[in-house]
């Protein structure tokens, strides 16, 4: 019999941060976050921390891997005071081998930072910015919700450069309602001349339970129209590609070098720990836990949401576990999937055969076939990749595929 784990050990980590904080809910946002909290955010720090050590409890193996990257998401990170953050940043790297750590990335709400804290936020180790603008117009941004202004998001990207952050990467989105082609391709425009290390252009969707999603079943939203969206979508990939930045997944865009380390774990199915209410975790080698017992493949956990709740576990038990799945091997290689053809470049074929012991060609022969006769994948001797047609009907060629 063979023995799977020791091929798919990964002796790296990523820890994420979850901070479910804003300073107001938008419209469109679905994530696990919340205005109006009277929580501390110290407190919330200190809860996270207690929630790191609970795990390394549960599984000592954890400490045995490097650390690579920190990623403090939201919500509105850039809520917290810096020098909190850089407690948190400094708990994290004395508990864990931290020589490989390369990638330190907080998430910023530009209505939300001023030319000294951004400053600090460097001072304290973080060394990339990921900068929520979405829109450099205005009244696209109204439309949004968001607090920041078109020049908000221009100062705060100024501010960044001279506090010296020299990986800044900027979310923008499309598909938004009352937004023209022509605004978009003049929001591409001013991305593009502000130069950032790393752009990401998402489309809106519409999440249900958000506020977006009652107006749009009342008839009071109108979206862009489907062909818009895909001229859209097309028109980010032409011009970001022009102007010099690899398109390396579905949503982003990087100068060379500058791909996104910690999202580009859960591309690759690498171990990671997530943090904080609502955070998701997983180890694909995680050895037993305190009772004995040791996952098939892998493991994934996430956190109670409410953040009330999450404190209050975490102070009981050390952990706020609101469920967990063990994944089988099958299950690992359907994510595999799910997640490499995310990748531009596609799945390395070499790399599913050592992670998984067997061949992707072989295995799903017949649909690969199907797919790439449709020409929707665009298999060679390394890669199997998603088509220009295939990004445009990822969900139904992954359907299909697994
Ligand atoms: S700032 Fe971000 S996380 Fe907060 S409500 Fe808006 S979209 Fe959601």
Not at 133 to 149: A, E, P, V, W, Y
């Amino acid at each position: 019999m063979r023995i799977y784990r020791k091929e798919i050990k990964d002796n790296s980590l990523g820890i994420y941060v979850h901070i479910p904080f804003c300073q107001k809910k938008c419209p469109y946002c679905d994530f696990n976050s919340f205005a109006q909290t009277n929580i501390s955010h110290d407190a919330y720090i200190d809860a996270a921390l207690s929630e790191m050590a609970g795990h390394i409890q549960e599984r000592p193996t954890i400490l045995n891997k490097k650390l690579e990257t920190i990623y403090i998401g939201g919500g509105t990170p850039s809520l917290i005071e810096p020098c909190s953050m850089k407690r948190l940043i400094t708990s994290i790297r004395q508990t864990f081998s931290a020589s490989n750590l390369q990638e330190i990335t907080i998430e910023v709400n530009p209505g939300t930072v001023h030319r000294d804290s951004l400053s600090a936020f460097h001072d304290a180790g973080i060394n990339r910015l990921s900068i929520g603008i979405q829109s450099f117009n205005d009244k696209t941004l109204k439309t949004l919700g968001r607090i920041h202004s078109a020049q908000d998001a221009l100062w705060c990207y100024e501010w960044a450069r001279k506090a010296g952050f020299n990986n800044i990467g900027i979310d923008l989105i499309f598909g938004i309602p009352g937004q023209s082609v022509e605004e978009w391709e003049q929001d591409l425009k001013t991305a593009v001349f502000l130069k950032p290390e790393h752009i990401a252009a998402y489309n809106l969707t519409i999440e249900d339970g958000t506020l977006f999603s009652k107006m749009q079943k009342g008839g009071k939203l109108v979206l862009p129209s489907e062909e818009e969206q895909v001229l859209m979508y097309e028109l980010a990939i032409d011009k970001l590609e022009e102007a010099g930045y690899n398109h390396y997944e579905i949503s982003n865009f990087a100068l060379d070098g500058f791909e996104s380390q910690h999202n580009m774990r859960y591309w690759l199915c690498r171990d990671y720990i997530g943090l904080g209410a609502g955070a998701h975790s997983y180890i694909s080698s995680p050895g037993r836990d305190s009772q004995g017992q040791a996952p098939d493949w892998s493991i994934r956990w996430w956190n109670e949401n409410n953040p009330n709740v999450y404190m209050e576990q975490v102070k009981n038990r050390g952990r706020a576990i609101a469920g967990e799945e063990l994944l089988t091997r099958k299950e690992a290689i359907e994510e595999g999937i799910f997640l490499g053809l995310r990748r531009i470049s596609g799945i390395d074929i070499d790399w599913f055969e050592r992670r998984f012991d067997c061949s992707l060609k072989d295995l799903y022969r017949d649909t690969i076939s199907k797919l790439t006769r449709e020409g929707m994948l665009d298999p060679d001797d390394d890669n199997i990749r998603l088509t220009r047609k295939g990004l445009l009907l990822s969900n139904e060629v992954l359907a299909e595929l697994i």
